[in-house]
């Protein structure tokens, strides 16, 4: 359904991150260990980023999914009537493209948004069940349907829910007594390929996926969908881990009963330490661009804020770098980092588009 323009999206981020395993007040001895990061300007001077009102020129709220570039994105919003439920692209300029629209009665929802060079994929959800779109981004890219053969799709809020690779589009899907269907249809529509694998798993960029999903501890194998091959996570004893292809992020408690976020090849080396103190995870993907962690750090505030301090760890230079001192409604997709500031009443996001780090 439309959403409320008057809540502003992500907000309990922070207590959503945080539930149960951190303490809002901030002590002295989790402050004092690190040196204080730099200002993303001042690290990343060159690096594209853009200042986003959080409702368009009609004044509906739009919600980004997707994103081009630092400017421009692909998101929702509901019509100025409220009848239905609109899937845009947003440029730079201010000029507003329409891809879809679907009746607010059916309660629609656009999940999974993704893009590979001129194409768009997303799945469409409705009371009447779900379906996989897609369309060119250029001037004539009508939006078409790909297949009602999605499966008991599955989402796990990461931006390879659903994957483009070698001109086919591919999901996960949960299947009978524990099984993973691997599902998969050409970009252009056609049959779907399913291929079942035992256990739970999801996909990472392609060829790869990991298990653990349903595991408290986390990830224990990671296999090439292509070749075949499983590659061993070598798991902490202490801890509960997620894997991207080239990192793996370990999340235990210190001796002191703070946070520990490190990350760790998938076997085992360059195992070092990200964050700690009040530190929580940002976002469910590890290591975008298998280079920069996202996190963010809890304040005095925010209880009372939904916000927190959003932070970026590089892998390259070992270095902290603070995007911003109070954000809100953290994503990352195609390598752009989105966050809000401001209040639940009146908020505007900000972009900042980690390709362009040099």
Not at 7 to 34: C, F, H, K, S, T
Not at 103 to 112: E, I, L, T, V, Y
Request: with cysteine; proline share 6%; hydrophobic share 40%.
């Amino acid at each position: 359904m439309p959403r409320d323009p008057r809540i502003r999206p992500g907000a309990g981020l922070v207590a959503a991150l945080a539930a149960g395993a951190l303490l809002l007040a901030v002590p002295p001895a989790a402050q004092g260990r690190r040196t204080a990061p730099s200002p993303a300007a001042l690290a990343w001077p060159g690096a594209e980023r853009a200042t986003i009102a959080a409702t368009l020129g009609d004044g509906t709220a739009y919600e980004p999914g997707v994103f081009l570039d630092a400017r421009t994105s692909v998101g929702t919003a509901p019509s100025p009537d409220g009848r239905s439920l609109r899937l845009l692209v947003r440029s730079g300029d201010g000029t507003v493209r329409e891809m879809r629209a679907l009746p607010s009665a059916r309660n629609p929802s656009f999940q999974g948004l993704t893009v590979a060079g001129d194409l768009l994929a997303w799945f469409e959800r409705t009371k009447d069940g779900l379906e996989l779109w897609a369309a060119g981004l250029g001037a004539d890219g009508a939006a078409r349907r790909v297949t009602a053969d999605t499966g008991d799709a599955r989402f796990y809020r990461s931006e390879t829910d659903l994957v483009v690779a070698d001109g086919r589009l591919r999901w996960v899907a949960a299947g009978p007594a524990g099984v993973t269907e691997v599902r998969a249809v050409a970009a252009g529509g056609g049959p779907v390929e399913v291929r079942p694998v035992a256990g739970t798993w999801r996909l990472l960029a392609w060829p790869w996926m990991t298990d653990g999903v349903a595991d408290s501890a986390g990830a224990r194998t990671l296999r090439n969908l292509v070749s075949g091959t499983d590659l061993a996570v070598a798991r902490p004893r202490d801890g509960a881990i997620g894997c991207s292809a080239a990192w793996c992020r370990i999340v235990s408690l210190d001796a002191d009963g703070y946070t520990r976020i490190e990350l760790m090849r998938p076997g085992g080396g360059d195992r070092h330490e990200v964050a700690g103190g009040t530190a929580a995870t940002g976002i469910v993907d590890v290591a975008p661009l298998d280079r920069f962690e996202v996190f963010v750090r809890i304040g005095p505030n925010s209880e009372l804020t939904g916000n927190a301090q959003l932070l970026v760890h590089e892998t390259k230079t070992r270095s902290t770098v603070e995007i911003s001192p109070d954000a809100g409604a953290v994503v990352l997709r195609n390598g752009v980092l989105c966050w809000s500031t401001g209040s639940q009443e009146t908020f505007v996001r900000h972009t900042l588009d980690l390709r362009t780090v040099s």
